[in-house]
């Protein structure tokens, strides 16, 4: 049987002298792994479309417990990715933390358009590497039904002020005086807490044009990170990498 989709290349491990394994996004059927087969050789048909980070159509034929790619058709190739080490590294932890989520055909077309706004903003470099990491942290984690509760304080029903903390377990808002009360700290100052009910709230077209403060940004970041982290339940490993070259 053949299919045809469109699809993302996330990953790519060598196997023998000319084939890779690729792991792919794609809409129509979430994360997948196909055999590249020769796709390493320059001469190949499947060289070009079935580089990391290239967005292409897929002709894919299915085995019994995996896919082969029998075509690759470049659509898009995000070559200002790698102008920056930086750059590259915020690309491999995107792409990582995307291959381990659990995608179903619901969430896959979404979480594609997304990363795909978020490689081409690397790669054109139109938005600091830390904006876009948080924005695609906090709406992955909104996507696939983890978005935390950002209305107002969960006990006293506070809704602003400054020093908010968003509990990871849970994903729940308490105030600094509530969380004093749990011998807690907040995590989040005032700019940091609007951000956040920014990015995970808007729609999606909007979501990266929002301005915060300098000293707002290290709290926005920080929680980003760790509340993707904690989600997750395991480690993604090219985040520290990502921190390594910052
Ligand atoms: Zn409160």
Redesign the pocket.
């Given at each position: 049987m053949e299919q045809v989709t469109d699809g993302l290349v996330l990953r790519e491990v060598k196997v023998g002298e000319a084939d890779k394994i690729l792991t792919i996004l794609s809409p129509q059927l979430g994360i997948i792994n196909a055999s590249a087969r020769g796709s390493r050789r320059l001469k190949s048909k499947l060289f070009s479309g079935c580089g990391l980070f290239c967005y292409s159509e897929f002709t894919l034929s299915s085995g019994r417990n995996t896919w082969f790619v029998q075509q690759a058709t470049v659509k898009r190739v995000f070559h200002g990715i790698g102008a920056s080490v930086g750059g590259m590294a915020l690309a491999a932890y995107l792409a990582e933390l995307t291959s381990l989520l659990p995608l179903t055909e619901k969430e896959a077309p979404r979480q594609m358009r997304l990363l795909l706004n978020s490689l081409y903003l690397i790669s054109e470099q139109k938005k600091p590497l830390w904006q876009i990491k948080a924005v695609y942290e906090l709406r992955t984690m909104t996507l696939n039904g983890y978005m935390p509760q950002l209305l107002c304080?969960r006990?006293?029903h506070?809704y602003d002020g400054d020093g908010f903390l968003l509990e990871y377990q849970g994903g729940e808002l308490?105030?600094r005086?509530?969380a004093a009360r749990e011998n807690k700290t907040p995590n989040l100052d005032q700019g940091s807490l609007k951000a956040l009910r920014y990015i995970c709230l808007m729609e999606d077209d909007q979501i990266f044009s929002f301005e915060l403060k300098e000293k707002s940004i290290p709290f926005l970041c920080r929680v980003a990170e760790e509340y993707t982290i904690y989600q997750m339940e395991r480690p993604v490993k090219s985040l520290g990498f990502y921190h390594s070259v910052q």
């Open positions: 304080c006990d006293c506070k308490l105030c005086d509530c």
